[in-house]
């Protein structure tokens, strides 16, 4: 068996740039971080402080089988101006993540992909607002760090 690492980035990038509930916030969705980056952003498997991956491998005893314990550090960047800035960057932000957790929790093998000896899902999730007086004039920032984790058998 290979690792479910690269399938699991894979589906994740094509399947959250379809979620409909996220169709009005013109989302870029990439695989590890971005060459540029628009105001909605979606990076799976990367961050700019490089937030590792996490991945321990064993083989049962019995069967031979392999098995990985996965944590993927992952990112939602949003960025907005003008009026009420800073609750409009947070509330999207927020949007987006609750999209990408409800749609693991419905698809917690992620579409075959992993064969669970735990099901995807979501772990930690730090939020950082925008960092600094000079980044604030070009408007404010919504940084969330989310970790993707599960544990697959097979």
């Known amino acids: 068996m290979a690792s479910s690492v690269p399938a699991v980035h894979d589906y994740l990038v094509a399947r959250i740039k379809t979620l409909p509930e996220l169709e009005q916030?013109?989302?870029?969705?990439?695989?590890?971080?971005?060459?540029?980056?628009?105001d909605v952003l979606v990076v799976v498997g990367g961050t700019p402080d490089n937030d590792e991956h996490y991945l321990a491998t064993s083989y049962a005893q019995l069967s031979g089988e392999r098995h990985e314990d996965v944590t993927?550090?992952?990112?939602?960047?949003?960025?907005?101006?003008?009026d009420n800035a800073s609750s409009r960057a947070r509330h999207d932000a927020y949007t987006i993540l609750d999209a990408i957790d409800e749609?693991?929790?419905?698809?917690?093998?992620?579409?075959?992909?992993?064969t669970p000896g735990m099901p995807a899902q979501l772990g930690e999730v730090r939020?950082?607002?925008t960092p600094n007086a000079q980044t604030a004039g070009e408007g404010r920032v919504c940084d969330l760090r989310w970790q993707?984790?599960?544990q697959h058998r097979g």
Not at 103 to 114: K, N, Q, S, W, Y
């Open 25 to 38: 916030l013109a989302l870029q969705v990439c695989d590890d971080w971005a060459d540029h980056r628009g």
């Open 72 to 82: 993927v550090a992952s990112m939602i960047w949003v960025r907005r101006t003008g």
């Open 103 to 114: 749609f693991v929790r419905r698809d917690d093998t992620l579409g075959g992909t992993i």
């Open 127 to 129: 939020m950082r607002a």
């Open 148 to 150: 993707l984790k599960w």
